[in-house]
């Protein structure tokens, strides 16, 4: 297993920060990780997501949604082709810190027979995560 993880404060209520995090159809005009979402944030549904690591092609899954609980965040889970070669669990995590402060944390935890064979990606996703937090800072702070 290997996790990456990322955080960021934000400073806007945590309501807002909720509100860009799961407007996926503005995905496109913010997300610079996350090009594309679509779907019913439900448990147990699946979702359309296309990522895009720094310094690689797009990719695009359909992750089974573990579990949402509005305000607070959400949690998938996808693999590659069947599951046990490379899964991942996404974590999107918010929490209040204040009325104007919020904090969101991005996390992933892989596990499969392929893993150790893409330590490179997994450090360049890591940096798409950094540059998603960032990019949702700028977008929850403007709002």
């Known amino acids: 297993m290997r996790e990456i993880r990322?955080?960021?404060?934000?400073?806007?209520?945590?309501?807002?920060?909720?509100?860009?995090?799961?407007?996926?159809?503005?995905?496109?005009?913010?997300?610079?990780?996350?090009?594309?979402?679509?779907?019913?944030?439900?448990?147990?549904?699946?979702i359309s997501v296309t990522m895009q690591p720094p310094g690689h092609g797009a990719s695009t899954f359909r992750p089974t949604l573990l579990s949402v609980e509005a305000g607070r965040g959400f949690r998938w889970r996808g693999h590659l082709v069947v599951p046990g070669l490379f899964d991942g669990e996404h974590v999107h995590e918010i929490e209040a810190l204040g009325p104007q402060r919020t904090r969101y944390v991005q996390r992933e935890q892989f596990r499969g027979v392929l893993v150790p064979l893409v330590g490179g990606m997994l450090k360049d996703t890591e940096r798409g995560f950094e540059e998603m937090n960032a990019a949702l800072k700028v977008r929850a702070e403007a709002a």
């Open 6 to 46: 990322s955080e960021i404060e934000i400073a806007a209520p945590a309501a807002t920060v909720w509100g860009v995090l799961t407007g996926f159809a503005a995905y496109p005009e913010w997300n610079p990780f996350m090009l594309s979402a679509a779907g019913e944030l439900t448990q147990g549904k699946q």
